[in-house]
């Protein structure tokens, strides 16, 4: 039982267990263990990101809700948050982001 490959899908798990009298799985696979850990680690990064880029348009007093569709300026966008859900093209995203900014920026300016 030891000499089990942990790499196993699920169908191929599933063919060994009925195979060998239906014994079950005692741990989850480290493979899912590492990739559950990688995936926080990296969404834990995302977030410190996105809060360093929401303090930087702070800095330049834009709020991001009007970059995000749930604020309340007269010019927004959608397309900070399609960023923050890996959404779109991150260009175009980048350029929607743009337009607000500069809109906000250059309306204090005045």
């Known amino acids: 039982m030891k000499n089990w490959i942990v790499l196993l899908n699920c169908k191929q798990l599933k063919q060994k267990i009925d195979g060998i009298g239906g014994i079950k799985m005692k741990d989850m696979p480290q493979l899912i263990k590492r990739k559950l850990r990688k995936l926080q680690k990296l969404n834990r990064e995302a977030q410190q990101l996105d809060n360093e880029i929401n303090e930087l348009f702070k800095d330049y007093g834009v709020d991001t809700d009007n970059l995000c569709a749930v604020g309340e300026g007269e010019l927004q966008t959608e397309a900070f948050a ?3 859900n890996s959404e779109g093209d991150v ?20």
């Open 82 to 84: 399609f960023i923050s």
């Open 91 to 110: 260009e175009d995203n980048i350029s929607e982001i743009e337009k607000v900014f500069l809109y906000y920026v250059n309306k204090q300016l005045k």
